[in-house]
């Protein structure tokens, strides 16, 4: 498994920006998928943004976010960025990092998950 911790989140006004950060205990460019989630109250959790190829960068977004978030990461930091631009209030939520690793002990995938960093946004 992989140690995650997020950071970043805050309370910002609607139009406003926030920059997530997840720093991972190793080196993230062996990790096969690296992502944000999250969980808006009596919701269930959500992606928002994934890197699904963390050798080439390939990365998905939720609809809801697609022009206005940013995924990205530096590898030298072993972190993993979600930027967020134009918040709106729906966007309001905790926000998870997680990591997707492939353990050949078991032979199947283990997902690790960050204590979550919460994102408020007034209207």
């Known amino acids: 498994q992989v140690q995650l911790v997020e950071s970043g989140g805050g309370l910002v006004q609607a139009g406003g920006s926030l920059r997530l950060s997840c720093t991972a205990s190793?080196?993230?460019?062996?990790?096969?998928?690296m992502g944000w989630y999250r969980q808006a109250p009596g919701k269930q959790r959500e992606l928002v943004a994934i890197?699904?190829?963390?050798?080439?960068?390939?990365?998905n977004y939720a609809d809801s976010v697609q022009g206005r978030f940013t995924i990205s990461r530096d590898n030298a930091k072993n972190t993993m960025y979600l930027q967020m631009n134009n918040l709106k209030p729906e966007d309001a939520a905790v926000y998870y990092c997680?990591?997707?690793?492939?353990?050949?002990?078991?032979?199947?995938?283990?997902?690790?998950w960050g204590q979550g960093t919460r994102v408020t946004v007034s209207s």
């Open positions: 890197i699904t190829d963390t050798s080439r960068d390939i990365t």
């Open positions: 997680n990591a997707k690793t492939w353990d050949k002990s078991s032979l199947s995938y283990v997902h690790s």
């Open positions: 190793r080196n993230i460019f062996s990790l096969n998928s």
